[in-house]
């Protein structure tokens, strides 16, 4: 579905230049959960916006077997804008009438209902986060790009996330690649983990997870759950 070969990256501005990005190489089959962790810095960011075609400045190559969509690691909503208007923005670009009854299953889904007519402020965390990834959802893209998604949320919300996420990404058969720098969540969620070391950021080690799925919380206290942590923290030092 994803196939990167050999991509780096470099930022110039008037004086400087930095290379963020160094040989990237990376495949994610479809419907895979791919996670990417990485320092903080190293260019996860600018990878994903080189695949959403947001910087085109780039030497390598990369090709998607269909569209993508990006979600930031802030959940841009739109603070003027209900929660429902936030949501059906995509149709609204498309200009397409949303799908009232499919909405409202999709509400149910993402565990919204009752709060289509609030605003983003008066929502807690995780409802704003499962809010903008149902909106990312009905872009109707195969490929989600998500960008530390529950990066801000706090450690118990965050885990509640996990399980619910998987539900919607099993249930709905989408290509996922995620980004975080928790290495708990990247093992819990994932099919297959690429580490990227410090900037400029090249791909250091790439990890199968191989619990079966559906997972559990049981799955983060075992042996083999260690031998994973291990391995991450030792590519994370290279
Ligand atoms: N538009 C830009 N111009 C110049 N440098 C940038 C720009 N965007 C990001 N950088 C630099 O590139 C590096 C990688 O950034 P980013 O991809 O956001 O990292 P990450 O998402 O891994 O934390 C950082 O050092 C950052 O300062
Ligand atoms: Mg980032």
Request: aromatic share 10%; glycine share 6%.
């Amino acid at each position: 579905m994803i196939n990167v070969n050999n991509l780096s990256n470099t930022y110039k501005t008037k004086d400087t230049s930095i290379k963020v990005l160094e040989n990237l190489f990376l495949t994610c089959e479809k419907n895979q959960f791919v996670s990417i962790i990485g320092p903080s810095g190293c260019g996860k960011s600018t990878f994903f916006k080189i695949l959403s075609g947001i910087i085109t400045d780039y030497s390598g190559s990369y090709s998607v077997n269909g569209q993508v969509i990006y979600m930031h690691q802030n959940d841009n909503l739109m603070p003027w804008r209900s929660i429902y208007d936030n949501i059906i923005l995509p149709c609204e670009i498309r200009k397409e009438e949303p799908d009232r009854n499919m909405i409202n299953q999709l509400i149910k889904e993402f565990e919204l209902v009752g709060f289509m007519d609030m605003y983003p402020h008066q929502l807690s965390g995780g409802m704003r986060k499962r809010a903008a990834l149902l909106r990312a959802y009905l872009t109707n893209r195969e490929v989600m790009l998500l960008d530390e998604p529950f990066g801000s949320l706090d450690a118990l919300t965050r885990k509640s996330m996990y399980s619910w996420l998987l539900r919607i990404w099993f249930k709905h058969q989408k290509t996922v690649l995620f980004i975080t720098h928790d290495i708990e969540e990247a093992i819990y969620l994932s099919d297959v983990i690429y580490v990227m070391g410090k900037r400029p950021a090249t791909i250091v080690d790439k990890i199968s997870i191989d619990f079966k799925r559906p997972r559990n919380m049981a799955m983060l206290l075992g042996q083999e759950y260690l031998t994973y942590k291990k391995r991450l923290l030792e590519s994370l030092a290279k």
